[in-house]
């Protein structure tokens, strides 16, 4: 089922978020940020698309999905916080749509939901959706765009990766992605409101849910160094804290089942 402009803009419910749907673009994020940087948006805008050519994911890696069958979209915010707490910008949308999903699913289902630091959602220990935020400056100071691609109905063939994952994959058939992003964005306005008043139950919900925090993990930072830690709790400022001290604020992470 096609994604329905006018049906995700009517049941907004908060009138947080407008949405326009495009058929096909490079990227929702490129475009996004180019009519941001231009003046031309304000805080709330989403895009989001049936097919992009040249999707990015965090370290400027690509993201493809097929035509049709992910949730693709982008979203501008500026967020009522200091920048020095934006870190947990993707660990909110993640909550958030952690959340739509348990709204969306069968009860049994949610037990296989886990949010991987910084930016992955994980069904059932595979990748079902990544998160890429990153900070812009526009003409009314500092705000921050944030891309969310769900792997929806792909098949295996399709995602082509061991490790990836799709709802329809997992038995989740039919899910309507215009309800879901619906549902998404609803939480989303709503976990946003919690954390920018400075809510504790938003960094508690988020540990409840994670499969990073209590793990041991591996991980490499950019500069090529590779810490092999356990991981025991998130900062203010979103970053992760490692049972030796360290706090990491990007890096790949992979999760260790040690026996």
Request: aromatic content about 4%; hydrophobic content about 45%.
């Amino acid at each position: 089922m096609p994604l329905d402009e006018a049906e995700i803009n009517d049941g907004l419910k908060n009138g947080y978020w407008r949405v326009k749907v495009c058929q096909e673009t490079g990227s929702t994020q490129n475009d996004l940020s180019v009519e941001v940087r231009a003046g031309l948006l304000r805080h709330g805008e989403v895009r989001t698309t049936e097919f992009q050519s040249a999707g990015r994911g965090r370290l400027d890696r690509k993201f493809v999905a097929p035509p049709n069958c992910a949730l693709l979209f982008s979203l501008f915010i500026l967020p009522k916080r200091a920048e020095s707490a934006w870190g947990w910008l993707p660990l909110l949308a993640g909550e958030a749509l952690l959340l739509a999903l348990d709204s969306i699913l069968p009860v049994d289902a949610r037990s296989g939901l886990s949010l991987k630091w910084p930016n992955d959602v994980l069904l059932n220990g595979k990748k079902l959706a990544g998160i890429l935020s990153e900070r812009i400056d526009t003409q009314a100071g500092p705000g921050v765009i944030i891309g969310i691609g769900i792997n929806v109905h792909a098949s295996r063939e399709e995602l082509g990766f061991a490790n990836a994952t799709s709802l329809e994959i997992e038995g989740h058939l039919g899910v309507d992605r215009s309800l879901l992003l619906v549902a998404i964005l609803e939480e989303l306005a709503k976990v946003m409101e919690k954390w920018e008043l400075g809510d504790p139950q938003v960094v508690e919900r988020y540990i409840a849910r994670s499969s990073t925090v209590g793990s041991d993990v591996r991980i490499e930072t950019p500069a090529g160094e590779v810490i092999v830690a356990k991981a025991v709790g998130i900062k203010s400022s979103g970053a992760l804290l490692l049972e030796n001290g360290d706090q990491i604020t990007v890096g790949d992470v992979v999760h260790l089942h040690m026996a």
